[in-house]
């Protein structure tokens, strides 16, 4: 960089909501680095001149979020394995080799748990996926590389669940939404990653009472932070991991890759983030 400061954000249309500069500038001053890392507001149809503009301006990468995060792999030079299978990108580096698309919400989904539920591996048994879109890719994805023997995806809209089978192969297996709640025995986890329960959006409805106690619940929602889903996944003897671990742990490799450090994910970097 010349010994210029270097520059990261998140590029999203609209981006005001994103806690990801809350994040990541938390970071920054925690570590004492020098560095910034700022909203980008870019409508659709300039995504591609801010793309190639970002790097002349001093930024060495970005997050990317929506309604950019498909489109961005046909401006990228290069595109990670997992970028690819999930068919988007949230995570960008501007090298020597140009424009290096990644995609570590998987990763940040698989660390959530390993860190916050104790024990539990992606092979303890199948996996229920509630919800079929970009966030379940990832999810679906971050699971069979981790080893889930099945993984059974419900989804509102029966042809999405269906693209995921087709994309992922013979451990994805579609069930009807409105018998969701029969999938859900005997499984290790069970994720939601539908914006049902979430702030604004109408009420988680899956009936829950076949849960397996023992089994993992997550919830990719995380305002609020102990959601419906959540709650009565503990009533039922399960253990429950909240949705903000995954934000925090898919942000630490962009963090490391643009100033240097691998941060830590703990309970101060948590209420820095967490909506007031």
């Not at 659709?44 to 930024?59: I, K, Q, V, W």
């Not at 501007?94 to 919400?105: K, R, S, V």
């Not at 049902?196 to 959006?201: A, D, F, I, R, V």
Request: charged share 20%; net charge negative.
């Amino acid at each position: 960089m010349s010994g210029r400061i270097p520059l990261a954000g998140v590029v999203g249309h609209p981006v005001a909501h994103s806690r990801s500069p809350a994040l990541h500038g938390h970071w920054l001053r925690r570590y004492g680095l020098a560095g910034h890392y700022v909203p980008l507001d870019v409508a659709p149809g300039d995504l591609a001149e801010a793309m190639a503009a970002l790097p002349r301006l001093g930024f060495v990468g970005c997050n990317v979020t929506i309604p950019h995060k498909v489109a961005v792999l046909d401006l990228a030079d290069t595109v990670s394995d997992r970028a690819r299978a999930i068919g988007a990108a949230n995570t960008l580096v501007f090298g020597p080799d140009g424009l290096a698309a990644d995609n570590t919400d998987g990763e940040g989904f698989i660390e959530n748990l390993r860190r916050n539920a104790p024990g539990w591996s992606a092979t303890d048994g199948p996996a229920v996926v509630l919800g079929a879109g970009g966030a379940s890719r990832a999810v679906v994805t971050a699971l069979l590389a981790a080893g889930a023997p099945e993984i059974r995806v419900a989804n509102r809209t029966a042809a999405r669940a269906e693209a995921l089978r087709d994309a992922f192969g013979a451990r994805v297996t579609v069930h009807d939404w409105n018998c969701a709640g029969d999938i859900v025995s005997d499984t290790g986890l069970v994720a939601n990653t539908t914006s049902l329960g979430m702030t604004g959006q109408p009420p988680f409805d899956v009936p829950l009472d076949r849960l397996s106690p023992g089994a993992v619940a997550t919830d990719l929602v995380y305002t609020p932070l102990d959601t419906t889903f959540l709650s009565r996944a503990r009533a039922a003897g399960c253990r429950t991991v909240d949705g903000l671990g995954m934000l925090l742990y898919q942000a630490v490799p962009g963090f490391e890759a643009w100033f240097g450090l691998r941060p830590e994910v703990d309970e101060d970097l948590r209420r820095a983030v967490l909506p007031a």
